[in-house]
């Protein structure tokens, strides 16, 4: 009667953090892990994988580019998690660069999702059977107005000069639906609703040639 009474009780605290562990989001995995040699930008890392060094990109994750606004703490934001530690990647392919594409766990934790919960990041577009946990990330940063969507990136004001020293006013967009590009003079009929986000490639211009030279198209709004 004893022994019956301690497998049950067993197998009712086997049970009980089973159900923990899902819960929490704990992630069974027998992927082989690899050490993370250096943190290239808050996106891509460089693993040691046999007797060669390969670049791993976080995939469905998208930080800004080296030079741009919250670059640096992408960077650091990601180094904070992964730099010097063995990491799993899943679901990786090979893109045209020749970087591996990943979902990217630590000790369970996804990284892919944490960059994105972090505000630092935006969805890309490549194909990802974990879309929809990253989406569900990607939106809630967005609806807490953290990093990338908060104010810190948007320039309401032009600090662009042209050799003259005239304040540049002429505003390059990219759209975030369609990623077409436009440029906004002053007197287009939205001008003034149009944001200048210094994440990205939007910029501002002293003159319209180097607008289009940047391949930005006339706004209709402008006709």
């Known amino acids: 009667m004893r022994i019956s009474l301690i497998i049950v009780s067993l197998i009712a605290t086997s049970s009980l953090l089973l159900n923990i562990m899902l819960l929490t989001g704990f992630k069974f995995s027998n992927s082989p892990t690899f050490k993370v040699l250096e943190v290239i930008d808050g996106d891509t890392f460089k693993i040691k994988s046999g007797n060669e060094e390969r670049r791993v990109r976080l995939m469905g994750v998208n930080t800004p580019e080296a030079g741009k606004c919250l670059s640096l703490e992408a960077k650091e934001k990601l180094s904070n998690l992964v730099l010097s530690k063995d990491v799993a990647l899943e679901n990786q392919f090979t893109d045209p660069y020749g970087r591996i594409m990943a979902n990217v766990y630590l000790n369970g934790e996804y990284i892919n ?20 946990e990253l989406k569900k990330a990607y939106e809630e940063a967005r609806l807490k107005k953290v990093g990338l969507f908060s104010d810190v990136c948007v320039s309401k004001t032009s600090a662009v000069k042209s050799a003259s020293g005239i304040v540049c006013t002429i505003k390059g967009n990219i759209d975030d639906n369609t990623q077409k590009k436009f ?25 319209e040639q180097d607008a289009v030279k940047a391949g930005f198209a006339k706004s209709k709004t402008c006709d």
């Open 183 to 207: 440029y906004y003079l002053a007197s287009c009929k939205n001008y003034s609703q149009v944001m200048i986000d210094l994440s990205t490639d939007d910029s501002w211009f002293c003159i």
């Open 113 to 132: 999702k944490e960059m994105l919960m972090s505000g630092f990041a935006r969805m890309d577009y490549y194909e990802n059977p974990k879309r929809d």
